[in-house]
């Protein structure tokens, strides 16, 4: 054969390769993708990949992009279930041009279920929640409350032995904005949440639009840690932290802030392995502006 036929013959060849290349490589991103949580409740974290949401509302920029001040990091253990409950949460509307959903997002170690559950909702109100993990929001699983006033419990996911980032977002269907409780468990070495596109409304407006309050009960003993900025204006705040295992509550621990944007340093108190309840407020009264709270809770 001559030059000009081996030098078909090759690039003929190579052609061929590469179009056996590229169909091993989209069959592996098949294979990766399918069972996702947008078809299968129980899906694990590794079964995810990142894409666009598919709810309506639109949850403004990337968490990832909401500054924040980090408070310590508690000494990671055991990895085990850990529960919190945000109560009295205010939510926005879908078709509030200015709101968001509330998002929370917390890291698992270990394989184990991850739940998320309204346990209480305001009367006739509707919302819709979310939940996925490791930035796929194109396979997040979402679904609305049966029907005004209803609770209920998102299927359980489970997540991979390394980390994983669970997202949950929340929001008001429609024009309805109730006021909502919710809890997240999951397992994990070192508990800690983060809550993005909070209100931070002050006196005047409703309590559930103020900042957060959330219940949870150490695993062992240690500190928790908060820290919180808002956005929009100067503020006076106050976090206070509760022993809820007596009958009245006890303060534990108190801290006002006048004129500031952020909580700095961070909220620091030690607990041990009983009921507690941290809430961050507004004290100072509610001006035109919109404030966008960001916070970070973390404890043993």
Same mark, same amino acid.
């Given at each position: 054969?001559?030059?000009?036929?081996?030098?078909?013959?090759?690039?003929?060849?190579?052609?061929?390769?590469?179009?056996?290349?590229?169909?091993?490589?989209?069959?592996?991103?098949?294979?990766?993708?399918?069972?996702?949580?947008?078809?299968?409740?129980?899906?694990?974290?590794?079964?995810?990949?990142?894409?666009?949401?598919?709810?309506?509302?639109?949850?403004?920029? &990337?968490?990832?992009?909401?500054?924040?001040?980090?408070?310590?990091?508690?000494?990671?253990?055991?990895?085990?279930?850990?529960?919190?409950?945000? =109560?009295?949460?205010?939510?926005?509307?879908?078709?509030?041009?200015?709101?968001?959903?509330?998002?929370?997002?917390?890291?698992?170690?270990?394989?184990?279920?991850?739940?998320?559950?309204?346990?209480?909702?305001?009367?006739?109100?509707?919302?819709?929640?979310?939940?996925?993990?490791?930035?796929?929001?194109?396979?997040?699983?979402?679904?609305?409350?049966?029907?005004?006033?209803?609770?209920?419990?998102?299927?359980?996911?489970?997540?991979?032995?390394?980390?994983?980032?669970?997202?949950?977002?929340?929001?008001?269907?429609?024009?309805?904005?109730?006021?909502?409780?919710?809890?997240?468990?999951?397992?994990?070495?070192?508990? &800690?949440?983060?809550?993005?596109?909070?209100?931070?409304?002050?006196?005047?407006?409703?309590?559930?639009?103020?900042?957060?309050?959330?219940?949870?009960?150490?695993?062992?003993?240690?500190?928790?840690?908060?820290?919180?900025?808002?956005?929009?204006?100067?503020?006076?705040?106050?976090?206070?932290?509760?022993?809820?295992?007596?009958?009245?509550?006890?303060?534990?621990?108190?801290?006002?802030?006048?004129?500031? =944007?952020?909580? &700095?340093?961070?909220?620091? &108190?030690?607990?041990?392995?009983?009921?507690?309840?941290?809430?961050?407020?507004?004290?100072?009264?509610?001006?035109?502006?919109?404030?966008?709270?960001?916070?970070?809770?973390?404890?043993?």
């Amino acid at each position: 054969m001559d030059d000009r036929v081996w030098k078909n013959i090759s690039i003929t060849l190579g052609v061929i390769c590469a179009l056996l290349i590229g169909t091993a490589g989209a069959l592996l991103i098949v294979g990766h993708k399918s069972g996702s949580a947008t078809t299968t409740p129980s899906a694990t974290a590794s079964q995810v990949a990142v894409g666009s949401p598919t709810h309506s509302a639109s949850i403004g920029p &990337s968490v990832s992009s909401v500054p924040s001040t980090p408070g310590p990091t508690p000494t990671p253990g055991v990895a085990s279930p850990a529960k919190i409950t945000f =109560t009295n949460l205010g939510l926005d509307a879908e078709k509030d041009l200015q709101g968001n959903p509330r998002t929370f997002s917390f890291t698992s170690n270990g394989a184990g279920p991850v739940n998320g559950a309204v346990t209480k909702v305001s009367s006739g109100g509707s919302f819709r929640m979310c939940i996925f993990a490791d930035g796929d929001t194109k396979h997040e699983y979402c679904r609305l409350n049966s029907g005004p006033g209803k609770t209920y419990k998102l299927p359980t996911s489970t997540s991979d032995p390394t980390p994983n980032v669970w997202t949950v977002t929340l929001i008001g269907y429609g024009n309805s904005h109730p006021t909502v409780t919710v809890s997240f468990s999951w397992l994990t070495s070192s508990p &800690s949440v983060k809550l993005s596109y909070g209100r931070f409304q002050g006196t005047g407006a409703s309590d559930a639009d103020n900042g957060f309050t959330a219940s949870f009960t150490p695993r062992a003993n240690g500190a928790v840690n908060v820290s919180a900025n808002w956005s929009a204006a100067t503020a006076d705040a106050a976090i206070t932290l509760l022993d809820t295992s007596t009958t009245p509550a006890v303060t534990v621990g108190q801290v006002p802030y006048t004129q500031v =944007t952020q909580i &700095s340093p961070p909220f620091t &108190s030690n607990v041990d392995q009983k009921a507690y309840e941290v809430s961050l407020k507004r004290t100072s009264v509610d001006g035109p502006e919109r404030p966008e709270l960001t916070a970070q809770i973390s404890f043993p």
